[in-house]
């Protein structure tokens, strides 16, 4: 089932990614001159990066392995300690190596001794 793409093939997967990957791209910026979004599409699309961000982190925040895998919302999950922590050191310091520090030394404390 799982068979390996011949060479043909497997130059054509490539060239056609490469081609749509490019048009794609590059579309926005030849007709980003002359295309003009309205007001509320820009301000939704400013969040964007928020909502990406999110829903790459908080599955992998809450997602509990082992033999009985679900979502973990304890407040012993040592993950869940770290985003507090390091959302808690944004928040007052706007400072992003720090938030880093901070997350990773909360999250290090719990595992360590939850």
Do not use: K
């Not at 793409?5 to 490019?22: Q, R």
């Not at 007052?92 to 909360?106: D, E, H, K, Q």
Request: aromatic share 8%; proline share 5%.
């Amino acid at each position: 089932m799982n068979e390996p793409l011949s060479g043909l093939a497997l130059a054509t997967v490539i060239v056609g990614l490469a081609l749509s990957t490019f048009l794609t791209r590059t579309s926005f910026l030849i007709a980003g001159a002359r295309l003009r979004l309205g007001q509320r599409v820009e301000a939704a699309l400013r969040y964007a990066p928020v909502c990406t961000l999110t829903a790459i982190i908080v599955p992998n925040v809450l997602a509990q392995g082992g033999l009985h895998p679900g979502l973990d919302f304890s407040p012993l999950n040592p993950r869940i300690l770290g985003v507090l922590a390091a959302a808690l050191w944004l928040s007052w310091s706007r400072n992003i190596v720090g938030c880093l520090a901070a997350g990773m030394a909360a999250y290090s404390l719990a595992r360590l001794y939850l």
